[in-house]
């Protein structure tokens, strides 16, 4: 007994390396640098989108937005507009960035109305792959968007044409997350059936939403019911609202109508906590992850391809021919007008074209010289002896 209680702490030492740290090492060093999300809302005005926003992170993003009247949406175009705010909690620095998409759905012409979101979205990723690309990769912003709540209106029957094509057109390129807007104005009888209806026609027209991950086989029984719970909520029925009311003796953020009270924060009521938890508490890291390994990498492997392309079919243009005694292309110099490169392959196609004309020539001294030859009658050696 003495033996072991006096070598078990060296013993412990000599078998502790210390790897064991490295969670808590990464965990310091992200909190310290912090985090980025970009979040785009879409769809029609009046939907509750800007609301929505505020509530779900306790923020006022809207403060100097002007309304438009009726007639000003008709004819406004698409715009896109971001929103930046620092959230810290618990000493965790989130930088929360907004994009919102005032005038879509708005106009009587929706013609290709998605298109302006869908260059931003590009841009976005092409300047996330220059920076990638230049020279000093330390500090570089990353406004890729990673995720976009489209909002689905409640009047109607299902996915309209312009929510078929807005989704199609951008299910490639950010994490699309449906919303049923304003489910306020629905019974739970109706709200049910709008989900069912909005899932069956997604799977019909071949759009592809975010897909929330498997649980692994070691996970624990309420993580796997609150991840069954999460898909079977698509789209996510919600209610956005700043005002606080009193209900029950308790003051909550909601709507007050005559026949009572609903509260946002109220699981029964609507799916605005299982979005919120999704958004920030569960999946906001894998939704930042399927943007850079899925939908940048595409991105990516597109412009690779692009240049690879580009560059084969300049170096085809530019090749030199077999005249010129070489069989391989010489290396051009970008940016450089008078290269001595560009003065090589100009002296040679030159030497080509002199080559390609001297052949025309001969046989026409040939013709020449042998016509004065006939002229010229050769002299009679006995002509010379008599002389």
């Not at 939704?287 to 692009?306: F, G, M, P």
């Not at 003065?343 to 030497?351: A, F, G, S, V, W």
């Not at 030859?373 to 006995?382: C, G, K, L, N």
Request: proline share 4%; net charge negative; hydrophobic share 30%.
């Amino acid at each position: 007994l003495y033996r072991s209680l006096s070598s078990s702490p060296s013993d412990q030492d000599k078998e502790y390396v210390g790897f064991a740290t490295l969670p808590n090492q990464v965990h310091r060093k992200s909190v310290k640098k912090g985090f980025d999300f970009t979040l785009m809302v879409a769809g029609e005005s009046g939907l509750g989108k800007s609301t929505l926003v505020n509530s779900l992170f306790l923020t006022d993003l809207y403060k100097d937005r002007k309304l438009l009247n009726a007639e000003e949406r008709i004819t406004q175009t698409v715009e896109i507009t971001k929103h930046t705010v620092d959230i810290e909690e618990k000493g965790v620095k989130l930088k929360l960035t907004i994009v919102d998409t005032p005038g879509f759905g708005d106009a009587v012409n929706n013609t290709e109305c998605w298109k302006s979101v869908a260059d931003y979205i590009d841009q976005q990723f092409e300047q996330y792959f220059r920076d990638e690309s230049g020279l000093n990769r330390k500090n570089i912003q990353d406004n890729r968007v990673h995720c976009c709540l489209y909002f689905i209106s409640p009047f109607g029957h299902g996915l309209r044409p312009l929510d078929v094509e807005f989704m199609r057109a951008l299910h490639e390129k950010v994490n699309i997350v449906p919303i049923l807007a304003k489910a306020d104005t629905l019974t739970p009888i109706e709200v049910k059936k709008k989900k069912f209806k909005i899932r069956e026609e997604i799977e019909q027209y071949g759009i592809k939403i975010y897909q929330f991950p498997d649980c692994d086989s070691d996970e624990d029984e309420e993580f796997k019911q609150q991840d069954l719970e999460l898909k079977e909520s698509i789209p996510f029925a919600v209610i956005g609202s700043n005002t606080v009311v009193e209900a029950k003796g308790k003051r909550v953020r909601g709507r007050l109508y005559p026949w009572g009270i609903v509260e946002v924060e109220n699981s029964t009521h609507c799916d605005f906590i299982k979005l919120r938890n999704m958004l920030v508490r569960t999946h906001m890291q894998d939704l930042k992850d399927v943007t850079r390994e899925t939908h940048y990498e595409n991105y990516r492997a597109q412009c690779i391809q692009s240049m690879t392309r580009m560059v084969v079919k300049e170096r085809n243009r530019n090749k030199l021919t077999r005249e010129s005694g070489t069989d391989f292309p010489i290396p051009m110099v970008p940016g450089v007008a008078e290269s001595e490169t560009e003065k090589l392959i100009r002296e040679k196609d030159e030497e080509v074209r002199h080559a390609d004309r001297a052949p025309d020539s001969v046989p026409d001294r040939e013709h020449e010289s042998h016509q004065s030859s006939e002229q010229q009658e050769p002299s009679d050696p006995r002509d010379d002896r008599e002389r």
